[in-house]
């Protein structure tokens, strides 16, 4: 009896451990289909990144960027204008992500932001985007391919309860395929620490 109750119990550990590794196999392969995106290039000083998926003009406006803030002295108008371009170019070109969890543009958002743009992106621009991790996806998703900075100027912004100068940034943009999203908006940007982060995004009617 003793050498069966012993047999069992292996037999029992034996069983967990092929779960275990079973397990581990499949959260690596779920992880090796999401991690489909590399950083190609990065902003010293700034955190700003691109990736190997980014389009052509995402790689052209983020080269724009990174001449400005390479400079001594930095435009800042110049810089709130391009960085406004990149948000929209990132948030709204949702063809090469990977699902609706993937969300564009939280590396310029103002950090104690980041958490509700995602959940509010996810809940609405992303909400009926399909998943990607198995590259089959068939539905049509937007690009953004070009972008226009109307208008930049300093207005008054409430954050935290006190009153900040931010850059208002007016722009429209266009698509290679119109399906209804945003195509102008307002946003403002606020400087922190010499580094500027959206603070508010609003679309035009």
């Not at 999401?34 to 980014?54: G, H, P, Q, W």
């Not at 609706?100 to 985007?129: A, C, Q, R, W």
Request: proline share 1%; glycine share 2%.
């Amino acid at each position: 009896m003793k050498k069966k109750y012993k047999l069992g119990l292996i037999l029992i550990a034996i069983s967990i451990v092929l779960i275990l590794v079973i397990a581990i196999i499949f959260l690596l392969k779920g992880d090796k289909k999401v991690e489909k995106t590399k950083v190609v290039d990065s902003i010293d000083n700034f955190s700003y990144t691109l990736d190997d998926r980014d389009t052509k003009l995402m790689k052209e406006t983020y080269n724009e960027l990174k001449d400005i803030l390479n400079k001594d002295q930095i435009d800042y108008e110049a810089y709130a204008k391009t960085l406004a371009k990149l948000f929209v170019i990132d948030l709204f070109t949702m063809n090469n992500k990977i699902n609706k969890y993937d969300v564009g543009s939280t590396e310029y958002v103002y950090p104690e932001s980041v958490d509700n743009f995602k959940l509010n992106v996810e809940d609405t621009i992303y909400k009926s985007m399909e998943d990607n991790s198995d590259g089959k996806r068939k539905q049509d998703l937007p690009e953004v391919i070009s972008v226009d900075a109307l208008n930049i100027e300093e207005v008054e912004f409430e954050i935290k309860e006190e009153k900040e100068k931010v850059y208002e940034v007016k722009l429209t943009w266009e698509y290679e395929k119109d399906l209804g999203y945003d195509d102008n908006a307002t946003i403002k940007l606020l400087n922190v620490d010499d580094k500027l982060y959206v603070v508010e995004y609003a679309t035009g009617e």
